[in-house]
Nanobody, 119 residues
Framework: QVQLVESGGGLVQAGGSLRLSCAAS????????MGWFRQAPGKEREFVAA????????IYADSVKGRFTISRDNALNTMYLQMNSLKPDDTAVYYC????????????WGQGTQVTVSS
């Protein structure tokens, strides 16, 4: 019943910006931990950023800290990832994920959206 759908990916030049969106349906997610992950070709999926609760704390991978900003709008059941100063190494499929408050893992995942950064 729970569904997460990412959007906003695309092709951008190095130094540019993109904003990814993750629309959640099938429940109320204000109490869920939510985060972004990415996977580049031939590489393992890696953590990007996470946010917890309606006014929760945020956590970022060192590789994106200072460039990416995670946020959420509980009224719209939507999570965002603002990506600035993009680098070619940011090229990957980006996935949003949600974890119920009773779980320590991300139980629900979106289908992913492609982000390509050219040099």
């Amino acid at each position: 019943q729970v569904q997460l759908v990412e959007s906003g990916g695309g092709l951008v030049q190095a130094g540019g910006s993109l904003r990814l969106s993750c629309a959640a349906s099938g429940g109320t997610f204000s109490n869920y931990a939510m985060g972004w992950f990415r996977q580049a070709p031939g590489k393992e999926r890696e953590f990007v950023a996470a946010i917890r609760w309606s006014a929760g704390t945020t956590i970022y991978a060192d590789s994106v800290k200072g460039r990416f900003t995670i946020s959420r709008d509980n009224a719209l059941n939507t999570m965002y990832l603002q990506m600035n100063s993009l680098k070619p190494d940011d090229t990957a499929v980006y996935y949003c994920a949600a974890g119920p408050p009773w779980s320590t893992e991300y139980e629900y995942w979106g289908q992913g959206t492609q982000v390509t950064v050219s040099s």
